[in-house]
């Protein structure tokens, strides 16, 4: 059974840092796209970053609003990616989801696998 867990949400306020983790387990995700999106209350799903990695390279995909601010990152060891939030705003809040699949659009594609996701605020 393919398990996604997210942690790492929190209360927090504007500036601040949080770092979200994603745990997979269930499955091998060799050539799968590990992705976080987010969706705040009353608003359509959000993609805000995602990483692959092929033939030994690694490549990192984030949405506009949290490019400069957000780092994705994965450690294969231990089946987990994370996402590094810094300099985080009020608009920043949501619940954040970890999602898997072999998608060849990362922010767009279908992905086959979602965690039960996380709830991040930023207060002003």
């Known amino acids: 059974q393919v398990q996604l867990v997210e942690s790492g949400g929190g209360l927090v306020q504007a500036g601040d840092s949080l770092r979200l983790s994603c745990a997979a387990s269930g499955r091998t995700f060799s050539g799968y796209t590990m992705g976080w999106f987010r969706q705040a209350q009353g608003t359509e799903r959000e993609f805000v970053s995602a990483?692959?990695?092929?033939?030994?390279?690694?490549?990192?995909y984030y949405g506009d609003s949290v490019k400069g601010r957000f780092t994705i990152s994965r450690d294969s060891a231990k089946n987990t990616v994370y996402l590094q939030m810094n300099s985080l705003k009020p608009e920043d809040t949501a619940v954040y989801y970890c999602?898997?699949?072999?998608?060849?659009?990362?922010?767009?594609?279908?992905?086959?696998?979602w965690g039960q996701g996380t709830q991040v605020t930023v207060s002003s």
């Open positions: 999602a898997a699949g072999k998608v060849s659009l990362p922010r767009t594609g279908t992905y086959d696998y």
């Open positions: 990483i692959t990695w092929s033939f030994g390279s690694t490549y990192t």
